[in-house]
């Protein structure tokens, strides 16, 4: 069972976001929050698996809830996801460096908002991978000091290859499909990968990526 809890200072977003959650077998609604410092008392009482964390809040907004809950020890099984548009680049190079998982946008498609919280809770691939790379792209060239890129050098030349394709934003099973291996060979690379350069998540491996030029941000128009 998933468990989720959902931050938002709009009751009717609340409401349709437990709706549609509710009626998965596999989810559970642990909880609701309106503010930031509801958000952060709820998560460390319930200490849910996916976080839906809106950016605008009242009384600590959504950026600081998420630095709280991931400095947090007794929390590090909570995977953060943040509620955004295109447009807040300031506030998604701030979200990352909180430590959030993913992003959603709000008029995500429901049967997307369904499988993106299965993804981010198995911890097994960026959430919404086009989403984020897109976002990624925009604030790559503010994002310094993320993971230790000298690290890199300690990364095979497989392993190289498996972060560049994290980096584009391919899932477990791409990667797999992509370089000829089977899903666990995929997993055990990133897992491999994830130790070796101390990164939190695959968002701080697709900044790695970035970081060390094996992926290219898109030209800014």
Do not use: W
Not at 16 to 25: D, I, K, N, V
Not at 144 to 166: C, G, K
């Amino acid at each position: 069972m998933i468990t989720v809890a959902i931050a938002d200072d709009q009751q009717l977003i609340r409401a349709g976001f437990r709706s549609l959650l509710s009626a998965e077998p596999d989810i559970t609604v642990v909880g609701e929050a309106a503010t930031g410092t509801d958000a952060v008392a709820l998560v460390t009482r319930t200490a849910p698996d996916v976080v839906l964390m809106d950016i605008r809040m009242p009384d600590g907004d959504g950026l600081a809830a998420t630095e709280q809950i991931v400095a947090d020890p007794a929390l590090a099984g909570t995977h953060v996801v943040i509620l955004t548009t295109f447009e807040l680049d300031d506030y998604v190079t701030r979200a990352i460096r909180a430590g959030a998982s993913g992003f959603l946008v709000k008029d995500t498609e429901p049967v997307e908002l369904i499988r993106a919280i299965r993804v981010v809770a198995a911890g097994d691939a960026l959430l919404s991978p086009s989403i984020t790379r897109r976002l990624l792209e925009r604030v790559a060239g503010d994002l310094q000091d993320s993971v230790d890129t000298a690290a890199l050098d300690v990364l095979t030349e497989r392993e190289r290859e498996v972060l560049a394709l994290v980096g584009q934003g391919r899932t477990n099973a791409e990667i797999a499909e992509e370089l000829f291996l089977s899903p666990l060979t995929s997993k055990t690379h990133v897992s491999r990968i994830m130790t070796k350069l101390g990164a939190r998540d695959r968002v701080q491996l697709v900044i790695a990526a970035y970081d060390a030029g094996l992926v290219k941000p898109a030209h800014r128009e």
